[in-house]
Nanobody, 117 residues
Framework: QVQLVESGGGLVQPGGSLRLSCVASGRISSIYAMGWYRQAPGKQRELAAQITKGGITNYDDSVKGRFTISRDNAKNTVYLQMNSLKPEDTAVYYC???????????WGQGTQVTVSS
C-alpha cells in the first residue's frame, strides 16, 4: 500500500502563488512517477504536472511557465509551486503515484485551490 497526504491548498487572489506538498509513505520503492491532477466543478480530472523517478517532468500546456513540479527524495515529498494563478486554476488538486504493477496508481484525498478576488 501507498499513502499520499496533500497539503497547501487554500484561497488566493489572481496573480498570487501557492505551493502544494504531497508526502508519500508505505511501499514507495515501486513508484516510478508522481504527479498532480486537478478537477474543476463539472469537469473531468486532468493532469497538471508529473515528475518521474528520474526527474523528467511533464506539464499540461495550460500551466507551462507558471507551475513547477519538484521532488525531495529524502523526504518522500513532491511539490507543486503554482505562480501567476488564474481563476481557471480553481479546482481540487489530487496527488497521484504510479506503479508498474497492480494497483497501478494511488490517489491522495485532494486539496482545494480557489483563485478569486
Amino acid at each position: 500500500q501507498v499513502q499520499l497526504v496533500e497539503s497547501g491548498g487554500g484561497l488566493v487572489q489572481p496573480g498570487g502563488s501557492l505551493r502544494l506538498s504531497c508526502v508519500a509513505s508505505g511501499r514507495i520503492s515501486s513508484i516510478y512517477a508522481m504527479g498532480w491532477y486537478r478537477q474543476a466543478p463539472g469537469k473531468q480530472r486532468e493532469l497538471a504536472a508529473q515528475i518521474t523517478k528520474g526527474g523528467i517532468t511533464n506539464y499540461d500546456d495550460s500551466v507551462k511557465g507558471r507551475f513547477t513540479i519538484s521532488r525531495d527524495n529524502a523526504k518522500n515529498t513532491v511539490y507543486l509551486q503554482m505562480n501567476s494563478l488564474k481563476p481557471e486554476d480553481t479546482a481540487v488538486y489530487y496527488c497521484n503515484a504510479k506503479r508498474p504493477v497492480t494497483p497501478y496508481e494511488y490517489w491522495g484525498q485532494g486539496t482545494q485551490v480557489t483563485v478569486s478576488s
